[in-house]
């Protein structure tokens, strides 16, 4: 019965109310990978076979270091995510149904108040990602350099996703578990979710399942299939970041003439 009533808490609570210094850290860390490049040349050239590899590799590596530079300075800013169409984190699906319901009887502000928390919880996080990202570069294999030139528009991103979704998932989590236990819906569904998830069967048969089907609630109780919201944000803040990169690397490789380093021009018009 103690379970029960827990767990029909949660329902009726759901039911009626729901830093400066980065910029030149990672602008001196981007300036070291532009260092490691030989001499630029002006003169661009339309036949890969005909380019070093050197050249190939230090093409890549600067053009790489121009796509963690942008997702990270336009994520990194204020509602960097929150109004950035293809980055911003939306609430869960497990978590969306019942919001809507929250809204309904007075509680929009509660759930606006969760959007933004999980926003900033990413926006937080993405300059301190820089570094884990530059550490990918420098360490790129010649071998993995000339697969991602001659791979598709998102070579460069999947080869991020390989090197960096682990570490990057251990440099977020704590910041976003910080800011997520700043706020009360948060705090509250997480334990709910918690406590559903242990309880699961015993919910499933007892009158709370019932119950909450007859009002047509059933929808509003947490899946056994749902992330934990911090293992959510944490995520969709990774996801963010990669879409960015690979918008930059589709833009390099659509027109390289348009970037300012001769080298990335020359080497990436000869693919």
């Known amino acids: 019965m ?7 808490s949660g329902l009726l609570f759901f039911s009626t109310f ?24 002006s003169e661009p ?31 990194g800013q204020q509602n960097g995510y929150l109004n950035n169409p293809l980055a911003k984190i939306e609430l869960p699906s497990g978590l969306a149904t019942t919001a809507n319901l929250v809204k309904q009887v007075g509680g929009e502000k509660y759930v606006n108040d969760l959007v933004l928390s999980l926003n900033n919880a990413a926006t937080e996080a993405a300059p301190k990602t820089a570094k884990i990202f530059t550490d990918s570069i420098t360490s790129m294999s010649i071998a993995d350099a000339q697969k991602i030139l001659k791979g598709s528009d998102n070579s460069a991103t999947d080869y991020f996703k390989k ?14 578990k910080k800011s997520m236990s700043n706020n009360s819906v948060a705090t509250y ?43 959510y944000v944490t995520n969709r803040a990774i996801d963010g970041l990669m879409v960015m ?27």
């Not at 729901?18 to 040349?41: C, H, M, R």
């Not at 380019?51 to 530079?69: C, F, I, P």
């Not at 090197?163 to 989590?173: F, G, P």
Request: glycine share 8%; charged share 15%.
């Open 189 to 231: 569904y997480q334990s709910f979710q918690t406590f559903y998830k242990a309880n699961s069967g015993l919910v499933k048969n007892s009158q709370v399942g019932g119950l909450a089907n007859s009002f047509g609630l059933g929808g509003y109780l947490p899946s056994e299939k749902d992330e934990d919201l911090d293992s």
């Open 245 to 271: 990169i690979a918008q930059k690397e589709k833009e390099i490789r659509a027109n390289p003439m348009m970037q300012s380093s001769n080298l990335i021009q020359k080497v990436f018009s000869a693919f």
């Open 163 to 176: 090197t960096t979704t682990t570490k990057l998932k251990q440099m977020i989590m704590p910041i976003v």
């Open 18 to 41: 729901a830093n400066a210094g980065w910029q030149d850290s990672l602008g001196g860390i981007l300036e070291s990978v532009q260092k490691s490049s030989p001499a630029q040349n």
């Open 2 to 8: 103690k379970y029960i009533n827990v767990a029909i």
């Open 45 to 75: 050239t339309q036949k890969s076979s005909n380019l070093s590899t050197l050249d190939m590799n230090s093409a890549l590596k600067q053009a790489l270091g121009v796509g963690v530079n942008y997702a990270v300075k336009s994520l």
